[in-house]
Each structure stands twice: as C-alpha cells, then as structure tokens.
C-alpha cells in the first residue's frame, strides 16, 4: 500500500503564507499526478492545484497568483506554498497521489489532511 503524510498547517494572519509538504511511501514503482484539495466546513472538497509527472500544472481559479504547486520527484514529495492568505483559504488541505505500485497495479490515494486557519 501507499501512504501519504501531510505536514505544514497551521494559523496564519490573513496575507501570511504557509509550505505544506506532503511525502508518499510505500510501494511505489513511480507516481503520475499529484495533488492539493481543500474542504472548508459545509462544503465539497475543491481541487486547489495538480501536477503531473512532467511538472505541468493547474490551479483554482481562487488561488492563481498566490499559490504555487510543485515535486520532488526523488523524494516521492509535493509542495504547495502558499501566499497572501486570506480567510476563505480556510480549510483542511488534503494531498492526493495517482501512484503505480507494480506494473499491474495502480491506486488513487489521499493524505490525512491538515488544517490550515487564516485568520487575525
């Protein structure tokens, strides 16, 4: 199996910035894209940014400008940092991974989410 741990969260001023980082391991043979969500209280999880294996990226339209996506790909890690913050970026950003295990096996897996709170 894969696993994916998230770290970086935490409460920052509105126009702060906060570094999530999220590392996978396990099984792995070699991961396709990789990806940031957020869910806010009440509402669906958003795709806040992806990026694929050759470093092609999207985001959000909320968050262009401000946020940043990007992977090591040695270190099996992806990176979001995150700039002026403001309060609707509130919410518990959960990473995503689309990784082959063997050459027969492929799985969709997500991160435990942390939190990130802006605010004053």
């Known amino acids: 199996q894969v696993q994916l741990v998230e770290s970086g969260g935490g409460l920052v001023q509105p126009g702060g910035s906060l570094r999530l980082s999220c590392a996978a391991s396990?099984?792995?043979?070699?991961?396709?894209?990789m990806g940031w969500y957020r869910q806010a209280p009440g509402k669906q999880r958003e795709l806040v940014a992806g990026i694929t294996s050759g470093s092609s990226t999207n985001y959000a339209d909320s968050v262009k400008g401000r946020f940043t996506i990007s992977r090591d790909n040695a270190k099996n890690t992806v990176y979001l940092q995150m700039n002026s913050l403001k309060p609707e970026d509130t919410a518990v950003y959960f990473c995503?991974?689309?990784?082959?295990?063997?050459?027969?096996?492929?799985?969709?897996?997500w991160g435990q989410g942390t939190q990130v709170t802006v605010s004053s």
């Open positions: 396990g099984s792995i043979l070699s991961i396709y894209a």
């Open positions: 995503n991974a689309d990784v082959r295990m063997t050459p027969f096996t492929r799985g969709n897996f």
